[in-house]
């Protein structure tokens, strides 16, 4: 079954009874010290209360996230939630943005206009990306996690792997993640080099050299905005940004550093 129209339509009641809580919260007393001296003031956290319970509009948050075409898929048994928006130039290429943890889709949305419709602000409409931002198993709208032993790096990008080439038909994508979503993103170069073009990765977590060659194939290096090895994954060959143009579908799958500065093409990839 294809992907389902999805809108954040969250019941009165349960809004009503998230300000009962919030209204019920038992505080603790006071340290004999300052705030911030060790852990949070207690008066900054209940202003912050307050207005969460009795400023915050959240149904002018709904209406924002709404404003995004979202949609939910059964991709191997599992519900997953996303943000599916088309690029605005010709030819726009495919691209999976995974959020990280503890995060959701929505700390990805700024992306959203930038790279679909890159023209819009400053940029070069050939640069443009069809942009889709997936909910982890179990954050936001994507239902909890189907199996035991599921909610991993691997098990994740064979989701992702799923999502944009059978419910969505795309044939070849890009993929950026953060925080975990870097990990699903090196685990969808290294284990779908067919359909992955290449990723992008703002920071990385690293591991000992030794683990490099734990995993299938030969290895190549990552790299975070610094430009030093992070972590390794199996495709054949780095690359650093360059012109959308370029990355287009190709025979093999690379992956991309973040050093690209500012400008045109500055996310993109080139095969190798």
Known sequence: MGPKPFTIEVPAEVLDDLRSRLARTRWPPPLPY???VAGADIGYLKELLA???DSFDWRLQERRLNSFAQFTADVGGQRVHFVHERGR??????LVLTHGWPGTFAELLKLAPLLTDPAAHGG???DSFDVVIPSL???AFSAAPAAPGTATARAWAGLWAQLMT??????????QGQDIGAAVSIALAANHPGVVAGIHLPGVVAFPASWRNSGPGATATATSNGGSPKTSCSPPSPCTGSPARSARPSSSTTTASSTAGPGRGGSKCRSG
């Open 34 to 36: 300052p705030g911030w």
């Open 51 to 53: 207005y969460w319970r």
């Open 89 to 94: 130039g010709p030819g726009p290429f495919p």
């Open 124 to 126: 070069d409409e050939r």
């Open 137 to 139: 198993p179990g954050f």
């Open 166 to 175: 059978e419910s969505l038909g795309y044939r070849r994508f890009g993929a």
